[in-house]
């Protein structure tokens, strides 16, 4: 006997009265079990199974009294409005599907807002009191209903999530959106960043077969025909694949690659080992290259996708400026999808590790993202982000460095399910990826203006400023600044000052500047938004030190007291 009753399955014929012996064998009881639920239960079939028959042996008579119970008579079936508790039976969600529809329909937007705002761009230009060095923009992208899951059984996919209902993002891209529209509005301001040696990072999260792995693709096809071939610029790429401290170069050809390790080294950089980074002369090379690793992904089926990413895929494109030498950095992230109980139900042991792996490291990427915006805050630079807690993490410290020379942009691309049986997957996604945008750039109110952070300079200020600190290195000081001020000058790429003062100079004007702006960031501050100087703290340092010492003395007289009294 086969584990399910398919329609086509064969079955012993029932008794015309219907009326079957309690000592009837099994299979004889299976067919008219089965024959009542193709009646009056049809969309239920798939219950009618040896777990049932086995459940339920010895007792069939009484199975089948509770069935009329619940859906009537054989052949009258209980309408839909009578199944609910107290009342023969328990609602599913595709039971109100209707109902469902048109609430969705009433809550969501008739029309979202313009998205030919850039807002990538325009959010590294956020100023509260310092320039906000590492911004993120979070998107959220709800994939169409698949045509193999209309035909699904049970009523539940049908479209429950769409744009702009109930949680902000920066952008909301809809079942209709393609991925080209994706790359102009969230990936092409990122490729200026990495030709103009910052650091770009794009990532798509979400639960498994939620379109994560189709968007990332769509973005890098975009990118192999884009702008990234600049004259003057040398691409590379690398392609890597990472669950927990598992890391595997996809594009490595050496029969026995050693394994690939990612530290830090003393001096704070991010060191790679046992990495093959690939030269790309065109469009083409790196086609090649992109689809090789592609092909290369670990992919296994699960409860909700037949083909689920099992490890965080990376794709790394480094651009240098072959004039100056300097470096950006593109990092295209498609994370490995994150798994429900539900989910993952029927993973094996080696399954269930590798969820845990997944979840783990999903985990500690929003905590490090809520920790860095919290941050962004003046006066908040001494809390704490965990990036060393993990390799990802640790591999794009550039977004979560405080102290990090260069702007970074992340891009944070939530992707969703629209189905009405993924809804409380779903909400959770929003739930955690929505609020990451607003951290950003909040700030104190009645700041107390910060005279030694450059991003305050006006124009004169900043000459005068770096007149005084590199006037002899730079020569014209005025032709260096060009007019701008000292929060422009902060967003000028390390190229250009190393274009405007040389290489050697530049170089050190970048770095002083990027000192300043990092003091600035971690610069103590009172509730009341004033500074905490350092006379201050040494002032407060004696005071404790005073209180300590007073303490001590009235303990000591006390003590004194006591010895005549005993």
Not at 284 to 293: D, F, G
Not at 479 to 488: C, E, I
Request: overall charge neutral; some cysteine; glycine content about 8%.
């Amino acid at each position: 006997m086969s584990d399910l009753a398919a329609p086509n399955t064969p079955l012993p014929p029932v008794p015309a009265d219907e009326n079957v012996p309690d000592n009837a064998d099994a299979e004889a009881w299976r067919a008219k079990i089965f024959a009542y639920y193709k009646t009056n239960v049809p969309t239920k079939i798939k219950m009618v199974n040896s777990k049932m028959m086995e459940k339920w042996a010895g007792k069939y008579d009484v199975l089948y009294q509770n069935l009329i119970k619940k859906y009537g008579p054989l052949g009258h079936p209980l309408p839909v409005s009578t199944l609910a508790p107290g009342a023969g039976g328990k609602k599913s969600m595709g039971d109100f599907k209707d109902s469902f529809i048109n609430l969705v329909a009433k809550a969501a937007p008739q029309q979202l807002p313009e998205r030919n705002v850039d807002v990538v761009k325009s959010k590294a230009g956020v100023q509260v009191n310092g320039l906000e060095t590492s911004t993120f923009t979070v998107c959220s992208r709800v994939r169409p209903i698949l045509p193999h899951e209309l035909e699904k059984e049970g009523g539940e996919n049908f479209a429950v999530i769409v744009p702009g209902q109930s949680f902000e993002f920066d952008y909301a891209f809809g079942p209709d959106s393609n991925n080209s529209e994706i790359y102009k509005l969230t990936t092409e301001p990122l490729v200026e960043r990495c030709l103009n040696g910052q650091c770009g990072v794009i990532f798509a999260y979400g639960q498994t077969g939620s379109g994560k792995t189709h968007t990332m693709n769509g973005i890098m096809d975009e990118l192999c025909e884009s702008d990234i071939f600049k004259e003057g610029s040398e691409v590379e790429f690398t392609y890597l694949e990472m669950l927990g401290a598992n890391i595997k170069d996809c594009l490595n050809t050496d029969p026995q690659p050693k394994p690939v390790a990612i530290g830090e080294a003393l001096d704070g950089r991010i060191l790679t080992r046992n990495v093959s980074i690939h030269p790309c002369a065109d469009s083409s090379a790196l086609k090649a290259l992109v689809s090789k690793a592609k092909s290369l992904r670990s992919v296994a089926a699960t409860e909700k996708n037949a083909a689920s990413s099992r490890a965080h895929g990376i794709g790394i494109i480094s651009c240098t400026d072959v004039e100056t030498g300097v470096t950006g950095k593109l990092y295209v992230i498609d994370l490995a999808g994150s798994e429900s109980a539900k989910d993952s139900k029927k993973h094996d042991s080696k399954r269930m590790a590798e969820t845990k792996q997944i979840n783990l490291s999903l985990s500690n990427l929003k905590e490090c993202i809520r920790a860095r915006t919290m941050a962004s805050e003046p006066g908040m630079g001494g809390i704490h982000v965990p990036y060393r807690r993990n390799k990802l993490t640790l591999l794009i410290k550039d977004v979560f460095e405080i102290g990090c020379p260069r702007i970074c942009s992340t891009v944070v691309m939530t992707n969703v399910s629209p189905l009405a049986s993924d809804v409380s997957h779903s909400s959770n996604t929003l739930k955690y990826s929505g609020p990451l945008r607003v951290a950003v750039g909040k700030g104190k109110g009645n700041l107390q203006k910060d005279e030694d952070d450059p991003a305050n300079w006006t124009n004169e200020e900043a000459e005068a400023r770096i007149r005084e600190a590199h006037g002899g290195e730079i020569g014209d000081v005025k032709a260096f600044v060009r007019g701008l001020t000292g929060v422009q000058l902060c967003g000028l790429p390390e190229k250009e000052y190393l274009v405007r003062g040389g290489k050697e100079a530049g170089k050190k004007v970048y770095l002083w500047m990027w000192a300043l702006i990092t003091d600035a960031k971690t610069r103590k501050r009172r509730d009341d938004g004033t500074i905490v100087t350092k006379e201050d703290e040494e002032n407060e340092r004696q005071e404790l030190v005073r209180q300590k010492e007073e303490k001590a003395r009235i303990w000591a007289e006390r003590e004194k007291h006591l010895r005549k009294e005993f």
